[in-house]
């Protein structure tokens, strides 16, 4: 309780009282405590196996070995969910709700739907998976195979969540990152999962998770990447980051995940904001775009390309691309539109997104930051449109 007395003081300063107070308390305290103790019950098993070792046996990662079978069972369910006979959006729903916590707010957020279509999915699945004979303990590995890609997108989306909240209350929710990188290494031991796609996402997250604890200021309030502080990045998850990208080169398969991991890779092993090698960040953002394309990765190269050849160039990468309905009034698109705008030295066009931006963020961080970003309260250096930054 003192812990969470403790992050009330940050988060209540920074972000306003919440109204049940009482409750918030007793979420916050209940979290940190569910923590402590996974981290206490990990420790313990260590000090038990180094006391009592087996004779002549090597030591193998906890749980992280499987013999055709998925042993852990919340990864186990998160392939039940992602049964071949219910629709794949319908799977996604089932799992981030039934297995993950999210709330249909939060679901429909991260699938860019409404909540009225969260609904019908989840009505759909329950429906679906009452009406076939699931097997909840060994499914065949054929069958596990095939629901692999739903799996990664539930993991994915659950580290999404953590990493860049929708909370009302809590902008970085890292224990969601910590169970979608533990799900995803569970992941990696099995027969199934030991593919490249499981490595590049495993390398995603663990690049990503490095940066974590530079995210926040002292108030909790988000930091933009060229505002980070790059020795508060952790050495370990870099480490881990490399190791699994470089296992996901193995073999001719490229996904979204060596993509995107090979973005995190550019930021995060980058001397400095301004040594970022922008130009090879928009090359991966439109393989990207190749591969499984969206408005949202076209809106991404956008950034990489105004930060290598000037806002100008980022806004001509657009010239054309209408924002689907399911992105139109999404808070991304405007603030992107608005910055680029803005740095351009559009000044009526970039007023104009901000003001949707701000309206349709989703949270109290999140436009706090917008805020500061699009309000000129986070200066940056201004590039020269023929200049490109230092490899």
Request: with cysteine; glycine share 6%.
């Amino acid at each position: 309780m003192q812990g969470a007395l403790a992050i009330a003081l940050a988060e209540w300063s920074a972000n306003g009282i919440p109204h049940d107070r009482g409750a918030w308390l007793y979420r916050v305290a209940k979290n940190e405590l569910l923590a402590v103790l996974r981290k206490d019950h990990a420790h313990r098993r260590i000090l038990e196996r180094e006391a009592h070792p087996e004779p002549d046996l090597e030591v193998e990662p906890h749980t992280a070995t499987f013999a055709g079978e998925v042993r852990d069972e919340l990864l186990r369910m998160v392939f039940v969910c992602c049964h071949e006979t219910i629709p794949e959006e319908s799977r996604l729903v089932l799992a981030l709700k039934t297995l993950c916590g999210f709330s249909i707010a939060e679901i429909a957020f991260r699938l860019f739907t409404t909540e009225a279509n969260v609904y019908k999915r989840l009505a759909r699945a329950r429906e679906r998976l009452r009406q076939v004979d699931v097997d909840t303990e060994t499914p065949p590995l054929e069958s596990l195979r095939s629901r692999l890609p739903s799996v990664h997108t539930v993991i994915y989306l659950l580290f999404n969540e953590g990493y860049l909240s929708t909370h009302p209350e809590h902008a970085i929710r890292s224990e969601l990152c910590d169970e979608a990188i533990r799900l995803g290494t569970l992941l990696a031991g099995h027969p199934v999962g030991a593919a490249p796609p499981t490595f590049a996402l495993l390398a995603l997250m663990h690049l990503h998770a490095a940066r974590l604890a530079a995210r926040q200021d002292a108030t909790g309030g988000l930091l933009l990447l060229e505002e980070q502080d790059r020795t508060l990045w952790d050495a370990d998850h870099l480490r881990e980051g490399a190791v699994w990208l470089a296992r996901s080169a193995r073999g001719d398969v490229f996904t979204r995940f060596h993509a995107e991991a090979g973005i995190a890779a550019e930021h995060c092993f980058a001397p400095s904001f301004a040594e970022t090698r922008w130009k090879e960040i928009a090359e991966l953002y439109a393989m990207l775009q190749r591969i499984d394309p969206s408005p949202i990765h076209a809106l991404n190269r956008a950034v990489a390309v105004a930060e290598w050849q000037g806002p100008e160039a980022g806004l001509a990468t657009l010239d054309g691309v209408v924002p689907p309905r399911w992105l139109d009034g999404h808070y991304l698109w405007d603030a992107v539109i608005a910055d680029l705008h803005d740095r351009a030295g559009n000044a009526a066009a970039a007023e104009k997104h901000r003001e949707l931006a701000l309206a349709a963020a989703p949270s109290i961080s999140l436009r706090q930051l917008l805020h500061r970003r699009l309000t000129g309260g986070s200066q940056r250096p201004r590039r020269d449109s023929n200049t490109q930054p230092s490899a």
